[in-house]
């Protein structure tokens, strides 16, 4: 266990900071750790996964590949699973699933494939234990088993994870579609207010106008606080074979020592007051009650909550529906950002753009969003822009530098 590859994937634009986080973890580089599409690769060992499970906060999943071959039917990847020895990762009394994704595989039918992996897996088991094969469990498994085909070649991976790691166990009140946490410590980390390869974090003000249930503000929160991104959960190791529960002790405890008070100001706030009273009770989960300060507000109205700093959000678009701010007509309140195709689109950005440049000179404003015409929309430039996904969709992260007065945007001349 002292040489394995794993495979960390990310969202899509994520990768580079993912690699500076895993090196940060496991002092690995070079050749040991290639930044590939969608996600990392590491050789390391297996202290080095229970690390990177309980620190990581742009990875998805930790990985251990154990098989890569070449394919042409549903028979070769059955030779392929029979091959590894699955025994020494879990016994034949657990349960396991096999989870499969492809790129453009010639075969047929994936749940075919599937289930020719899960024969080989429970043939293997048969030869090994005297007949007694581990059953399929498609909720809780106690192992998860991952396949990736492409055109020609098979890779299956074990899963050290459990839930996906974006599932940082804090979470128990949500609003509509939230952010989830990995991709806003990306957004961080791509804004510079987080390095992932020093953990050092801007001594900036960070305030999220739009804050729903407090993502982007109890992921930064717990970052300052060296709160690590896994100590509320548990994890698909803790039921492998090679778990030993001393050493994962030894980890959580040097992880609890090195938490300490944060002194950098945290802002958030929301027209919901219903949100807000998530993102509270959220922090209290996460250990950050005192570390970020909510309060309810109209993202139009709002005003700022420190002299300069930085402002991330991630407004409503598409299938996230919460109001970043409302037009008030006596008691009534109507959606300044409604859905897509409806009349009025567009009119809460243009409004915010003024909001900021009359009140908010001297922040920097993080967008997170699909709308590449964004920044024609609030009739600013932004200075940089950021490739980024947020699950299948393909978004933009622009930064916009706050001056007073009109900042009209100019031809758009940067690459898209």
Not at 97 to 104: C, F, G, P
Not at 195 to 218: H, M
Not at 247 to 268: K, N, Q
């Amino acid at each position: 266990m002292n040489d394995l590859s794993f495979f960390l994937p990310c969202a899509a634009g994520v990768e580079e900071f993912l690699a500076q986080e895993v090196h940060a973890l496991t002092g690995r580089a070079g050749q040991d750790l290639l930044t590939l599409r969608g996600g990392v690769r590491v050789r390391a060992d297996w202290r080095d996964a229970l690390k990177l499970n309980l620190h990581s906060r742009l990875a998805q999943r930790v990985l251990v590949e154990l098989a890569h071959g070449p394919y042409r039917s549903e028979n070769d990847l059955y030779a392929i699973a029979s091959g590894v020895a699955w025994e020494i990762w879990f016994t034949p009394k657990q349960t396991f699933k096999i989870e499969t994704t492809a790129q453009h595989s010639p075969l047929q039918s994936l749940n075919f494939a599937t289930l020719r992996i899960k024969d080989a897996v429970a043939d293997r088991f048969r030869a090994k234990a005297h007949g007694v094969r581990p059953s399929i469990e498609t909720q809780w498994p106690d192992c998860r088993i991952f396949a990736h085909l492409t055109t020609d070649t098979c890779t299956l991976y074990i899963d050290t994870s459990g839930e996906p790691l974006f599932k940082r166990g804090w979470r128990q009140d949500k609003g509509d579609a939230p952010l989830k946490e990995t991709l806003a410590a990306a957004m961080l980390a791509a804004s510079g207010w987080w390095n992932p390869e020093t953990g050092e974090v801007a001594k900036a003000p960070l305030y999220d106008p739009c804050c729903g249930s407090g993502t982007i503000a109890i992921e930064a929160a717990q970052i300052a606080s060296g709160i690590a991104a896994g100590s509320l959960r548990r994890f698909g190791f803790e039921k492998l074979l090679p778990f030993q529960a001393h050493v994962w002790t030894a980890i959580r405890s040097e992880a609890e020592a090195a938490a300490h008070a944060s002194d950098i100001a945290i802002f958030g706030s929301d027209v919901s007051h219903r949100m807000v009273d998530f993102a509270q009770r959220n922090a209290e989960r996460a250990g950050v009650a005192g570390a970020v300060e909510f309060r309810g507000g109209d993202a139009l109205q709002r005003m700022p909550p420190a002299e300069d700093g930085v402002i991330m959000l991630n407004p409503p678009y598409g299938e996230r529906i919460e109001v970043g701010g409302v037009a008030r007509s006596g008691a009534r309140e109507t959606a300044q950002t409604p859905r897509e195709g409806e009349d009025g689109v567009g009119e809460f950005f243009p409004q915010l753009a003024t909001h900021w440049k009359k009140n908010y000179a001297g922040w920097t404003a993080w967008v997170l969003t699909p709308d590449l015409k964004l920044p024609k929309q609030m009739r600013l430039k932004e200075s940089r822009r950021v490739p980024m996904w947020n699950g299948p969709i393909e978004c933009r992260l622009f930064r916009f530098d706050m001056v007073r007065g009109s900042n009209r945007a100019a031809p758009q001349d940067a690459a898209t």
